[in-house]
């Protein structure tokens, strides 16, 4: 959950692209990982990224 007074002059839809991409390429084969953002000041869900595949192999 975010602060959104904590981003100010920033978005934090920005943020979470950003946040999801880097998450993204980190999620190992087999697995996957689903990024959603709810804010203090919205209420419900903010965005709710689709769903990554992971290709990281397990060493």
């Known amino acids: ?3 959104e ?3 100010v002059g920033n978005s934090v839809y920005l943020f979470a ?5 880097f998450l993204g390429l980190y ?3 087999n697995s996957f990982n689903e ?4 804010s203090k000041q919205r209420e ?3 965005k709710r ?3 990554r ?6 060493l």
């Open 27 to 29: 999620v190992s084969l």
């Open 53 to 58: 595949a992971g290709l990281q192999l397990l």
């Open 35 to 38: 990024l959603v953002i709810t």
């Open 49 to 51: 990224f689709k769903p």
């Open 17 to 21: 692209c950003v946040l999801d991409h």
């Open 1 to 3: 959950e975010f602060d």
């Open 5 to 7: 007074s904590e981003f």
């Open 44 to 46: 419900g869900v903010v």
